[in-house]
Structure formats: C-alpha cells, structure tokens
Nanobody
C-alpha cells in the first residue's frame, strides 16, 4: 500500500505548515509511521515517528514539529512550527516494515513511500 502525502507549500521563516499522510487504500497496518525529508544534494533524514512507544524526533526539529495520528481519519499528521530555511526539503511519510518497532530511524527499515510533498521556507 502506498502512502500519500499532502499539505506542503511555501512559507516564510517562522511560519507553520501541517502535512498529512494517509494510505492510498485500506488502513495503516504498520506498528510505526515516520516522516523523513530530503533536501537537494543531501541524504534522506529522519524527521519524526509515531508508534505505541510514543513520538520521537531528532534534535533539529524537537520542540518545533509534532507528529500525531488520527485512527478515525486514518491519517498521520506532521505539524511544523517556527519553520526555518533549513527545513526546506521534500517531505515523505513511510511505514515501518517490521513486526515490532523498537525505535529505528533508518529509512531502510521503512517502506510504502509516497511521492513526497515539497516544503519551501524562505528567509
């Protein structure tokens, strides 16, 4: 099942955006869903994950980004506040491919990647 992201756009530094992620068909069946991002010329990097363990973030976005999950709407959200120019990237959501999630942030452990949504922050 492929995931579909939406909600990207262009904002000024200090602004906010909310991204959404939902499966193209069916419901989320993975024990964890994560957001990653990739800027031009850079590696894809972990942004946030949500599972029964709670939410996890790297230091670069902690305190500014919030991941949440609405099971009734079958959607995972990424609320991004206090955006910086360095947040500019294509944002992807992905589902953990294993049976038990123990906190991995490696993109190779995730699949069902969507096409991504562009986030551009101007200073």
């Amino acid at each position: 099942v492929q995931l579909v992201e939406s909600g990207g756009g262009s904002v000024q530094a200090g602004g906010s955006l909310r991204l959404s992620c939902a499966p193209s068909t069916g419901t989320f069946s993975s024990p964890a869903v994560a957001w990653f991002r990739q800027a031009p010329g850079r590696e894809r990097e972990f942004v946030a994950a949500i599972s029964s363990r709670g939410a996890a973030y790297p230091g670069s976005v902690k305190g500014r980004f919030t991941i949440s999950r609405d099971n009734a709407k079958n959607t995972v959200w990424l609320e991004m506040n206090s955006l910086k120019s360095e947040d500019t990237a294509v944002y992807y959501c992905a589902a953990f491919q294993g049976r038990t999630y123990t906190g991995s942030v490696r993109n190779t452990d995730f699949g069902s990647w969507g096409q991504g949504t562009q986030v551009t922050v101007s200073s």
